[in-house]
């Protein structure tokens, strides 16, 4: 512990220093102007020491007219330097709460190397998902841990005394839906050809992929234990793609293996470390860390839990973390086999729990040095996003006026939020409302996360006019409130295809008379009382609108819908009551469920049919 104190205290930040910045804005030194944001032209006459309405005179020759308060493009600014004898340079100030942008350059001597990060890519069916079985089972006996977990989605293997870091999510979706948001993990891309079946579309797609993220690619030719399986065949068809095989001359290594008999597996693991050994890695440890999300979900019963690759720097268990737009306190930190971590070096995946909300896989995060820095930033983050997101357009706010808009001819896009319990159905959800796209109708879908409905998703919705969808999320009372202010409509669902329908009905325009369910109340659980022959009775006290006796029920935990179902009974004291109002506290039973916790919610609803 003493040792890991004081590491922490070494740490450099990532962030360099804002005083030198300060220093070097707007300064002419040996006649070379640097400068580092828009200037107006007075500022800029202040600063070369000329007149400004001798800039303005020259800018008047190019035919650019501008007054004295105008300010100047970066173009500008530096023609006007090269009019008036000087040379320029513009700096760019490293903005802390743009840390996607920030460009470490460590010293040399602060460098230590880091394991290779490495995704395996390739065609469906050449047997991806048993290669990396196969690395992962591989020498169980020598893992520390003894077990095989497959707790997170990225896990190590110490191979000949180096760890070699694999990302669990097969195929370039994965790889590209990182990239598209401007995330690059992956050192090595391992792109996996059967033997028997060769060079295929989607492996000339990951050849595509990991060339575009300049990725150098190692080739396992698999299955080779087939019969008729053809190696060459292989390689000479990867020839054609300009992937050239080290013995045919090119810089590819190539290693021939059958992931299902587990043959030559040890072979490629160490042409990894070949790989890596060339490419240098490395990283500073004494850093702040900084690094991406590969994955996150809402969990049912520790909240936001996302697993980060740590790039550069040192992770610690009780550091605060900013992520994309949220922010935390790493409370927990676990490996692959669940095991707690104090620290993670450069190159570790890690469980990690303690954030507000749930981020996005391909988010970066960084740690900050106390906890009121990581939220202004975050918040900052935030408040930047959703006006980035501010997508301006005519769409509609509700689906029952929907054909109306479309029929008259206003309608061309539906903005839609997407809200699910797991990053995997937000992705569902997304791909199946993007299929309902026709010539009239665009579905937009602007956020897919997985996470409760919160308000930063209202104002989102208010903003851009989108409707919510919440597939097994629900929105806490003042969330909702806040969506009845704004205007905004939130859809709730449990089921794909239900969600699907009544889109699918609004583009129609068949929106029928349905049933649809309106909110009573709210109650939270502040005590369980378990009860021979009865049951949990969970002691309430109602927060908004009131409970009634005969009411149906969703009991939500952290915002996700664990269970629906319905009040068997409603007690104030030892009474029965017919309604519970706001601010009272009351005894809920729920009919045939005994798993409440302190905490949850119980929202109460009926069915109303809905008018036309
Ligand atoms: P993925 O779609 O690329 O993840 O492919 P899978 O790992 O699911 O493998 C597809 C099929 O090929 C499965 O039936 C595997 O058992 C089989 N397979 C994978 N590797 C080998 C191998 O080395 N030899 C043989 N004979 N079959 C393999």
């Known amino acids: 512990m003493d040792n890991n104190n004081k590491n922490r205290k070494n740490r450099e930040s990532n962030i360099p220093n804002k005083k030198d910045n300060k220093k070097n804005l707007n300064k002419v030194q040996d006649q070379v102007f640097v400068f580092s944001k828009a200037l107006t032209v007075a500022e800029l006459a202040k600063e070369l020491n000329v007149n400004p309405s001798d800039i303005i005179k020259k800018l008047f020759l190019q035919k650019k007219i501008v007054t004295i308060n105008n300010y100047l493009s970066d173009e500008d600014i530096g023609e006007i330097c090269l009019e008036f004898g000087f040379d320029f340079k513009k700096e760019e100030i490293i903005d802390e709460e743009d840390f996607e942008k920030l460009v470490i350059n460590d010293d040399a001597e602060n460098l230590e190397e880091r394991p290779p990060v490495v995704t395996i890519m390739g065609h469906v069916d050449h047997g991806k998902t048993t290669l990396i079985d196969a690395i992962r089972n591989s020498n169980v006996a020598e893992n520390e841990y003894g077990g095989i977990s497959q707790e997170i989605g990225a896990y190590q293997k110490v191979v000949n005394g180096k760890k070699i870091t694999f ?14 948001r401007g995330a690059s993990v992956t050192d090595i891309v391992v792109l996996v050809v059967a033997a028997d079946d060769g060079v295929m579309p989607q492996t000339l797609e990951a050849i595509d992929h990991a060339r575009a993220a300049n990725v150098p690619i190692i080739v396992a030719i698999n299955k080779i234990d087939v019969p008729g399986a053809n190696p060459e065949k292989v390689e000479t068809e990867l020839m054609q793609h300009n992937v050239i095989a080290e013995k045919y001359g090119g810089d590819v290594m190539v290693c021939e293996i059958s992931a299902k008999k587990k043959i030559g597996i040890s072979d490629l693991l160490e042409t990894i470390l070949v ?13 702040f860390a900084i690094g991406t999300v590969l994955e996150a979900e809402l969990d049912k019963g520790e909240g936001p839990k996302a697993t980060l690759l740590v790039q550069n720097g040192t992770l610690y268990s009780s550091d605060y973390v900013v992520v994309g737009s949220t922010y935390g ?11 707690v971590l104090k620290e993670a070096l450069p190159s570790t995946p890690v469980a990690v729990i303690g954030l507000q909300e749930v981020p996005k896989a391909g988010d970066h995060f960084m740690a900050f040095p106390s906890e009121k820095q990581a939220k202004d930033i975050a918040e900052k983050r935030r408040l930047k996003k959703i006006a980035e997101e501010r997508i301006a ?42 299929k309902l796209n026709n010539d009239q109708v665009k579905i937009n879908v602007i956020r897919n996360a997985a996470g409760a409905i919160t308000e930063s998703d209202v104002l989102l919705a208010s903003a851009s006019k989108a409707i919510i969808f919440g597939f097994n999320v629900r929105p806490s009372a003042l969330v909702r409130k806040k969506a009845e202010e704004e205007d905004v409509e939130i859809r709730l669902e449990r089921i794909i295809y239900a969600l699907i329908e009544s889109v699918e009905a609004a583009i129609k325009g068949k929106m029928k008379k349905e049933e649809v369910e309106t909110v009573l109340g709210q109650a939270e659980v502040r005590n369980v009382f378990k009860v021979s022959k009865v049951g949990e009775i969970a002691g309430c006290m109602v927060v908004d609108g009131s409970i009634v006796s005969n009411g149906l029920v969703h009991i ?5 819908n664990i269970y629906d179902g319905q009040i068997e009974s409603l007690k104030r004291f030892k009474d029965d009551a017919k309604e519970v109002k706001t601010g009272y506290e009351c005894g809920i039973k729920i009919l045939n469920f005994n798993d409440i916790h302190e905490g949850d919610i119980i929202e109460c609803y009926k069915m109303v049919t809905k008018d036309e």
């Open 167 to 180: 990302i669990d999510t097969p195929g370039h979706e994965a790889f590209s839906a990182m990239r598209s």
């Open 275 to 287: 790989e890596a050994e060339m490419l240098e890695l490395k990283a500073n440890p004494n850093r």
């Open 329 to 339: 306190k790493v409370r927990r930190m676990t490996n692959e086999y669940k095991q």
């Open 393 to 434: 357009n005519s769409g509609v706010t509700s689906l029952d006026n929907l054909f109306d808009k479309i029929s008259e001819g206003l309608m061309t896009q539906i903005n839609i939020i997407v809200k699910a319990d797991s990053t995997g159905s937000a992705e569902a959800v997304k791909s199946s409302l993007e």
């Open 556 to 560: 939500l935990r952290n915002g996700i």
